[in-house]
């Protein structure tokens, strides 16, 4: 998900506040993965990229409201580092892309298991008997 698309999730005024502790630590999370994205664009000695850095490196408070706050502010620093990037005009690094293993199909996986099993039953009815 782009920065902008989580920082509207936090800022718009038509996106709900977040039901639970885990609903906030989820956005702070993906935030702060934008600051740190961001902020490899961002010359580290402006502002703007301390404030969100500090802002990103903070836990989350406890409490309905300290937690909420706190989230908007994240993403208000969000929102001012992705200005700041389009007014240097470079886009943001890509990320990273992981090598992930080939997840077969689940019939794939049965057909695989039935073949051995075919295969277990002919091995057992070609060994002769004494």
Known sequence: MAAAETVALVLDEESP????????????????????????????????????????????????????????????ATQDLIAAVQAHDVAPAKPVQRRRWWKPPINVLRGAIFALALACVVLAASVPRT
């Open 17 to 76: 506040l977040p039901e639970s502790a885990a609903d906030v630590e989820e956005l702070a999370c993906r935030l702060r993965g934008h600051v740190s994205q961001l902020g490899l664009v961002v010359p580290s000695e402006a502002p703007v990229l301390r404030r969100a850095q500090q802002l990103a490196s903070a836990g989350i408070p406890e409490g309905y409201m300290p937690s909420r706050v706190h989230l908007v502010r994240l993403a208000e």
